[in-house]
Nanobody
Framework: VQLQAFGGGLVQAGGCLRL?????????????MGWFRQAPGKEREFVAT????????YYADSVKGRFTISRDNAKNTVYLQMNSLKPEDTAVYYC???????????????WGQGTQVTVSS
């Protein structure tokens, strides 16, 4: 499966953005999807994941209550709604596909190219 993330941009602290990740192929619903991010000079880290049906979601503690992951299997798309953004959310955000809703990035087989999110203070 091929993934393409988009929707990043520059936003002020307290603002919101919605990232989208479009998947090619007919097998999108066979994969759990995740979002990860990498800030400058830091390791890539887990943000959120959603199961194949969308019934199970997990979030990193740093984004819990502010970010919401969702998916539309009919549109082969997964979303990350980001509210109450903070400067520390600044990073390149990646979407990825895995057999299950894992929080560990090594379990993900397919990765998108990333989209930059910059939150100004």
């Amino acid at each position: 499966v091929q993934l393409q993330a988009f929707g990043g941009g520059l936003v002020q602290a307290g603002g919101c953005l919605r990232l989208s990740c479009a998947a090619s192929g007919r097998t999108f619903s066979s994969y759990a999807m995740g979002w990860f991010r990498q800030a400058p000079g830091k390791e890539r880290e887990f943000v959120a994941t959603i199961s194949r049906s969308g019934s199970i979601t997990y979030y990193a503690d740093s984004v819990k209550g502010r970010f919401t992951i969702s998916r539309d299997n009919a549109k082969n798309t997964v979303y990350l709604q980001m509210n109450s953004l903070k400067p520390e959310d600044t990073a390149v955000y990646y979407c990825a596909a895995a057999p299950g809703p894992y929080t560990i990035q090594t379990m993900y087989n397919y990765w998108g190219q990333g989209t930059q999110v910059t939150v100004s203070s």
